[in-house]
């Protein structure tokens, strides 16, 4: 039984296993998004994301501790250059991981995992240009919003007392010939 076993082995000895995350999270900063099996990209997201938290502080104590971890300077640099400029102002959460189809070899459960501020598609850009397109309504009518908001209050005014019936309605029914 597993009772109480937090750390996910991946089937591999200590050793092998931190050479794994420590690859793969130098791959993760390197290229911002890698394909991996979904059991590798969770326990990849619970090691690299305390890494990129303390890259938000650009201490030289930080800079030891991530290097013990990644014994990789180029993933330093670009980890407390560009992606700390990136993640300054998020709490958490830097990753994302997407599931992909089964592998074909073996059926391996197959993910993607990036860095969500990396990402173009689900970007702020993308968010800000979305909100910025014209909303049409069904009650609308014909949808031209532009040329509706040209026209003055007065205009609109006067084109609809002109379209108003000036004869006055029959009061009783003695005037339409009926009977009362």
């Known amino acids: 039984m597993r009772h109480g076993d937090k750390i996910k082995n991946l089937s591999r000895t200590a050793s092998h296993r931190s050479a794994l995350l420590c690859n793969l999270t130098s791959q993760l900063i390197q290229y ?31 800079r030891r501790t991530v290097f013990a971890y990644l014994q990789d300077k180029e993933s330093i640099k670009e980890l407390f250059g560009v992606i700390s400029d990136k993640v300054g102002d998020r709490p958490g959460g830097y990753t ?25 598609i689900y970007g702020k850009d993308n968010e800000a240009n979305s909100t910025k397109k014209t909303r049409r309504s069904r009650r609308s009518g014909s949808g031209n919003t532009e040329a509706k908001k040209s ?25 339409l010939g009926g009977e009362a």
């Open 32 to 62: 911002k998004r890698i394909t991996t099996t979904l059991a590798k990209a969770k326990a990849l997201r619970v090691f690299a994301e305390p890494l990129i938290t303390r890259c938000k502080t650009d201490t030289m104590h930080n």
């Open 96 to 120: 994302r991981i997407i599931k992909l189809p089964r592998r074909a070899g073996d059926a391996a459960d197959m993910a993607m995992i990036e860095l969500v501020d990396f990402n173009e």
């Open 151 to 175: 026209e003055t209050p007065a205009e609109t005014k006067t084109e609809t007392t002109e379209e108003v019936n000036t004869t006055p309605a029959p009061e009783s029914t003695e005037e």
